[in-house]
């Protein structure tokens, strides 16, 4: 008979774990926030119309859905630390597809590149989080994810300027009049930009499978504090909170992306002349949220309450969108003039505040969402890891109803349901313990 594996104890210290998983969130937010860059990029080389150009986010974010079952089998096989380690080597195989499909400029190479990204992405995410979630009390849980959530925004902020540094440089009117301004050649220079700056990125992330695989993260089971009644339950799918808690994510997630990966296609299309850098105001203003949330949480309000002011100030902002004129710049006079930050129209304004608006709805979520779950801790994870792929489907509505009406800046009304249901489980659907409660 074999020995039993000893099990760790719950560190006394989270700063070393959480140093080791704030890296990891740096990397996420890097590798994600590049898409809102990417999306006008691509529709340029490729020739895209908005609709087109957003199955960026498609490909990106419906590998969470597809994956996210399967990698928590593969958790369950190599722990946290080896599945950590995994997910880098996976990026590592999808940021080097980015090559070929420079080279040949083909869209469907760039798509299943960034699919695979996301594949590594989902093993990583179904980790982290709920090992930040239990890695210390409960209360601070929301505050912990906050902190990592500055981690990841911060580097939304900056791969949008190195990119737009690297890769869009000195393109002039040719940025806003796309491929019909440029020769076969043009574009394919301009798509040969990619490749050194991607290898530079697989190399980061190939140094930080070691960095994962030797570190001193600590194993953490989930305790056993399950919700009355619970321990008779034999699915994950009888805990309404979480189910609920995903359909919430699937909606935040949709609006999350809608604010940092289509502010970039939307002030193009009205004419912003720096849109490639726009995706960093709305990662700018969630890093403001997630300061709130770090400070705040659970001094002065609990995790409920951010919830529930999120999704109040996410409907808001969606009527500021559409309410307000696109030749009009006072919102952002106000809010970043004095800054000396090149201001943008009142809808891109309000496009970039969605992300102060939503900012505390991913930390506040997760531990409402997994309270209770004992055992199915693990399965619940990836049920609310699958919740992002609203980023996959949301946005493609937004770009095909932007085509549909030929206005771009109406479709984000299709944003409002999503703020409503996560209002809805803000007050409500976090509380319910079974699908017969009140």
């Excluded at 979630?133 to 902190?147: D, L």
């Excluded at 980061?204 to 499978?209: E, G, N």
């Excluded at 940092?260 to 700018?284: C, E, P, R």
């Excluded at 002011?309 to 996410?314: L, Q, T, V, Y």
């Amino acid at each position: 008979m074999e020995a039993a594996l000893p099990v760790e104890e719950k560190p006394t210290s989270t700063v070393i774990p959480m140093a080791i998983i704030g890296v990891l969130f740096f990397i996420f937010g890097f590798v994600t926030w590049l898409n809102g860059s990417l999306i006008p990029f691509l529709q340029i080389i490729c020739d895209l119309n908005e609709f087109q150009a957003l199955f960026v986010t498609f490909a990106f974010y419906i590998a969470y859905t597809v994956m996210a079952l399967p990698m928590a089998s593969v958790l369950a096989r190599t722990g946290y630390r080896n599945g950590m380690a995994l997910g880098l080597a996976i990026m590592v195989v999808g940021i080097l597809m980015f090559i070929p499909a420079a080279l040949t400029a083909n869209y469907l190479f760039f798509l299943s590149g960034l699919f695979v990204l996301g594949t590594g992405l989902t093993i990583l995410q179904t980790a982290s989080n709920p090992y930040v979630v239990m890695v210390g009390p409960k209360e601070s849980a929301a505050m912990r994810i906050s902190i990592m959530g500055i981690i990841n925004k911060g580097a939304g902020v900056v791969a949008p300027i190195v990119f737009t540094a690297l890769i869009l440089a000195d393109l002039g009117d040719m940025a806003h009049d796309g491929a019909a301004a440029m020769s076969e050649a043009e574009i394919q220079e301009l798509s040969n930009r990619l490749i050194m700056p991607y290898i530079y990125m697989a190399i980061v992330l190939f140094l930080l499978i070691g960095l994962v695989k030797f570190s001193p993260l600590p194993h953490i089971d989930p305790e056993e504090d399950l919700s009355e009644g619970a321990s008779k339950r034999t699915s994950v799918v009888q805990f309404p909170q979480v189910i609920l808690g995903a359909v919430a994510l699937f909606a935040y997630v949709g609006v999350e992306v809608i604010a940092g990966d289509t502010i970039g296609l939307f002030g193009k299309n009205i004419g912003v002349a720096h849109f490639g850098t726009l995706t960093s105001y709305t990662m700018v203003f969630m890093v403001i949220g997630y300061l709130i949330g770090v400070t705040c949480i659970p001094r002065f309000f609990s995790q409920q309450r951010a919830l529930l002011g999120s999704a109040i100030a996410g409907c808001l902002c969606v009527l500021g969108i559409v309410f307000t004129s696109p030749s009009s710049t006072a919102i952002a006079d106000v809010l970043i003039g004095w800054a000396g930050v090149p201001t943008v129209p009142n809808p891109v304004m309000f496009v970039a505040l969605m992300g102060l608006a939503h900012a505390l709805v991913w930390p506040a979520v997760w531990p409402l969402a997994l309270e209770g779950l004992g055992k199915f801790t693990a399965q619940g994870s990836a049920l609310l890891i699958m919740g992002i792929s609203g980023g996959a489907i949301l946005p493609l509505v937004l770009g095909k109803l932007s085509t549909s009406l030929g206005d771009m800046q109406a479709s984000y009304w299709m944003a409002l349901p999503c703020y409503l249901f996560i209002l809805y489980y803000a007050v409500a659907g976090y509380k319910l313990r079974s699908w017969g409660s009140k």
